[in-house]
């Protein structure tokens, strides 16, 4: 028997009634705050997310997948959703005359190549957004609130934790203080430490081997060598998550090690017992150095990503209602072949009107057609007999109530639409 490959899951049944819900939550706040969904391939040419990522980050080095193809290109099957966009967006020209910024989001499957375990698997749904063409803190609340509010509807209480890096001037002013400070400890640090040490000292910050030692917790913080410019701005957002009343904490430990990156980086923080120290949901930041790495234009941009998957296990842990129609609004009924072509008939034209309808395809009793719409959890019966039939007429019965009554098949949908 052919199984599916290790660290990938089907999705049916529960489950996917599940994910549906959530992907219709997202869907409808994104429209509230005017985001239009966009979709990229779900490949694309490795140059793209060893520019983007980094040569050095783990996800390249460790856990994307490469391939060639029969063309003998280098390929990898998409990592993360926003290289991919920032692509497309350039690909495209979006930037042509904008007046207004540009706001996508998507929600799709990414690949790494991970240790799978519970919420984390090689095949994942990841849902994002990107907010591109201002470089205003205002954009900045905006996704952050935007973030925070998807976990809200979902009925996850959460909390921001936010700091910022600050421009290009304090943000290498922050490297030169890392690289002074980690160089006489750098020996008691992994090697993917040292090695990072002079590509990129940022990177140490998130090391995942060396995240509870002394060094790491003691080392210097962003907002200590921010100029001016960058804790004014800093302190304008603040201001802003203060007027929509979000709920945010100061992290002077929260970096972004990515070069791209600058001024406000952020995470989205849950309090799941289940998930122990590991209760961050999602993050973003600002990345306004990332377009013209790709050999687009000098143009701001300000993100969020977060997991679908582990989203939907923390409502799991939590006991959220995902508030999920498990119940049909009709199920016809018939005994002989020419109650039958009536029940074809009404079955397409019930759904047509909006009913969610249902009837019988393996030709049973209708003790077993009874049982069949107590396992869809009918809300009605609609019975079918030739005697009835002859005046135009269905048995309308309530499965609630048992109630019953004659309806003129010409009136079905109006009584039906009354009822339901």
Known sequence: MITKQKGTYDVYGIDAKKRKYVCDVIDAICEKY?????????????????????????IVRKETYDF?????????????GTAGIVRSFIENKMYG???????????????????????????????????????????????????????????IDVKVQLNTLGDKESRD????????????NIDKLCEDCKERLHKNPLRILDCKIDSESDILKNAPKTIDYLNVDSKNRFLKLQEYLDLMDISYEINTNLVRGLDYYNHTVFEIVGNIPEFGSQNVLGGGGRYNGLI?????????????????????????????????KDNIDVYIMYGNEEEKETA????????????????DYM??????????????????????????????????????TKEEELVNINDLVDYLDMKL
């Not at 005017?34 to 694309?44: A, G, I, K, L, R």
């Open 34 to 58: 005017n985001y239009t969904y966009m979709e990229t391939p779900v490949f694309e040419a490795s140059e793209l997310f060893h520019r983007s990522v980094g040569e050095s980050s783990d």
């Open 68 to 80: 060639k193809d029969r063309g003998e290109r280098s390929i990898t099957l998409r990592p993360e």
């Open 97 to 155: 005359n904008m007046t207004e910024p540009v706001k996508v989001y998507y929600i799709e499957p990414m690949f790494r190549y991970e240790r799978p375990q519970s919420g984390r698997s090689r095949q994942f749904t990841q849902f994002g957004f990107e907010f591109i063409g201002s470089d205003d803190a205002i954009s900045d609340a905006e996704v952050i609130s935007l973030a925070y509010n998807t976990y809200k509807l979902l009925g």
């Open 173 to 184: 002013n922050y490297r030169e203080a890392l690289i002074k400070y980690f160089e006489p």
């Open 292 to 324: 013209e790495m790709l050999d687009g234009p000098s143009m701001p941009a300000v993100g969020f990503a977060m997991g679908l998957d582990r989203t939907i296990l923390a409502m799991e842990k939590l006991g959220v209602n995902f508030n999920i």
């Open 344 to 359: 074809t008939y009404l079955l397409q034209d019930l759904r047509l009107n909006g009913f969610i309808a249902e009837t």
């Open 363 to 400: 030709n049973r009793q209708f003790k077993n057609q009874f049982k069949s719409a107590d396992r869809f959890n009918s809300k009605y019966l609609i019975i079918l007999k030739n005697d009835d039939l002859k005046d135009f007429k269905v048995t309308v019965k309530d499965n609630t």
